[in-house]
């Protein structure tokens, strides 16, 4: 069961990505991305992470594409881009190749250290994240949310304050800087 | 039976396509969604050496992840409407000059 939700899985997220970065308009690429994180949601619930494959599911695919949708809507952007020219020449080449072997150096690493089934890791915690029945996945996050990494935490809560607020203040000043130039003749 | 090295593989085959979505493609916008895609290879990985390790910290390490691409997505994309509103449909080589 579980190999067969892997490999469909497996496909939906692998064909999502290179709708991605093959998709000419973007609001084809954005609805690609959808498929992508839906489909690493349900690997997130095959591998036992539930409170992640929710928070996937609402924070990506209902928070991050929603924005990039309505940037893309926003800004009239939902044009067919022309992927034949190659802006700088030789440089896709050299990308695929980059790519292709940061691929075969990740596989060959994989492989070369005898990651895999054999291997049960140390025991890190004392809870067995596998057995479920006596503590749920959200508590056991919430256990070492709460104590260990706590400043991390606050941190965040810091970090999407002064982001949110730096987006307001940029958009802002953007607009008025526009008025100063068009006033002045510049532009 | 699926083992650890295929999510692992997984991870680095969607990490590869993101990173070479990122260099090829010229659209502000598509570079963002491959940035996501990348961190969506990193996530599972985490998740997955999480569950290997039997260690739960890889599951809070995914939260974090989550919390900081949230907030790059909120700073990147409002650069990218700053920028589109002083010069319409710019792509990201016409945005050398680093001069506004």
Known sequence: METAVFIVCAAIVLAGALGVVLARNPVHAALSLVGTLFGMAVLFLNLEAHFLAAVQIIVYAGAIVVLFLFVIMLLGVDRLEDLSVEPITGQRTLAILAGVGTFVLAVAFLLGSGIGPSDPGPKILTLDITDQSTYSNLRQIADFLFTDYVYAFEATAALLTISVVGAVVMSRRMACSDEAQESAGDD | ?100
């Open chain 2, 1 to 100: 039976m699926v083992t650890a090295s295929w999510y692992l593989i997984l991870a680095a085959g969607l990490f590869t396509i993101g990173a070479v979505g990122l260099l090829v493609r010229r659209n502000p916008l598509i570079m963002f969604m491959c940035v996501e895609l990348m961190l969506n290879a990193v996530n599972l990985t985490f998740i997955t050496f999480g569950r290997e390790l039997n260690d739960i910290g890889g599951q809070v390490s995914v939260f974090f992840v989550l919390v900081v691409a949230a907030a790059e997505v909120v700073v990147g994309l409002a650069i990218v409407v700053a920028i589109n509103r002083r010069r319409p449909q710019a792509t990201a080589d016409d945005l050398s000059a680093l001069r506004g």
